[in-house]
C-alpha cells in the first residue's frame, strides 16, 4: 500500500512570511497527525483529526498555526506569519481507526528552515 | 506531561542487550515505542494496552507497568540495524505526547 505522502520535502522562507504543507494519509486511514520535530527533541503533537473533526489541538500555536483536514482524507498546516523558532521538521501520520490504539505510519516529513 | 526515557543514549556492541525506559507522571492508557533513524521519520515497533493486549512486531518485548505508568522496551542481540534513535509515545486521555527519546548506538 502506498505510504504517508507529504510535501514539499524542504522549504525555505523568511521570517514574517507564510507556508503550507500538505498531507496525504493511508487511504482508509480515519486519523491523521501533525506533528512538529525540532532537532534534537521527540515529535511534539501539533493536532489529531479524527476523519475531518479535531480530537487534540491543545498544543497548536493558535495565533499563528492552523491545519484542516477537510472531507477526512487530505490535511494541510499553514504557519502565519513565522518565526524563528518554527524551524523544524513537520511530520504527518496517519492511522487506520479512531484513536491512538493503532500504530502510527509517518510521512517522510517537511524540513522547514526560517531565515 | 512528557514522559522521560532513561538512558538519553547508550553504546552498545552487537549481540549485547539493551533497556530503555519509559516514565509518566499520568496515568496511561496505552504506550507505543517507534524508532527513528537519522533524517528518517519514526516508525511503528510495538504498542502496548491498558489490560495487557500488545501489537507488534514478534522480535521486539516490551512491558507496561500501568500501576507505576511505566514501560520498558528490551533489545536482546542486538544487531547494527537497531540503531537509532527510541521515543515511546504515551496516551493520557486523548492526549498523545512522544518522549524525550534514547539514542541507542550498535558497534560491530
Known amino acids: 500500500e502506498a505510504g504517508v505522502a507529504q510535501s514539499p520535502r524542504y522549504k525555505i522562507i523568511e521570517k514574517r512570511q507564510s507556508v503550507a504543507f500538505w498531507c496525504n494519509p493511508i487511504s482508509g486511514h480515519a486519523t491523521l497527525y501533525w506533528y512538529q520535530q525540532i532537532l534534537g527533541q521527540g515529535p511534539k503533537l501539533l493536532i489529531q483529526f479524527q476523519n475531518n473533526g479535531v480530537v487534540d489541538d491543545s498544543q497548536l500555536p493558535k495565533d499563528r498555526f492552523s491545519a484542516e483536514r477537510l472531507k477526512g482524507v487530505d490535511s494541510t498546516l499553514k504557519i502565519q506569519p513565522a518565526k524563528l523558532e518554527d524551524s523544524a521538521v513537520y511530520l504527518c501520520?496517519?492511522?487506520?481507526?479512531?484513536?491512538?490504539?493503532?500504530?502510527?505510519?509517518f510521512g517522510d516529513g517537511t524540513r522547514l528552515s526560517i531565515l | 506531561q512528557q514522559p522521560v526515557q532513561s538512558p538519553q543514549a547508550v553504546i552498545l556492541r552487537e549481540g549485547e542487550d539493551a533497556v530503555i525506559n519509559c516514565s509518566s507522571s499520568?496515568?496511561?492508557?496505552?504506550v507505543h515505542w517507534y524508532r527513528q533513524k537519522h533524517g528518517e521519520a519514526p516508525v511503528f515497533l510495538m504498542i502496548?494496552?491498558?489490560?495487557?493486549e500488545q501489537k507488534g512486531h514478534e522480535k521486539i518485548s516490551a512491558s507496561f507497568n500501568e500501576k507505576k505508568q511505566q514501560s520498558s522496551l528490551y533489545l536482546t542481540a542486538s544487531q547494527l540495524s537497531y540503531s537509532g534513535t527510541y521515543f515511546c509515545?504515551?496516551?493520557?486521555?486523548?492526549?498523545?505526547?512522544f518522549g524525550t527519546g534514547t539514542s541507542l548506538t550498535v558497534i560491530p
Open positions: 499520568k496515568a496511561l492508557y496505552s
Open positions: 501520520a496517519s492511522s487506520l481507526e479512531p484513536g491512538v490504539h493503532e500504530p502510527q505510519h
Open positions: 509515545g504515551t496516551e493520557t486521555g486523548n492526549q498523545f505526547y
Open positions: 502496548l494496552l491498558k489490560g495487557g
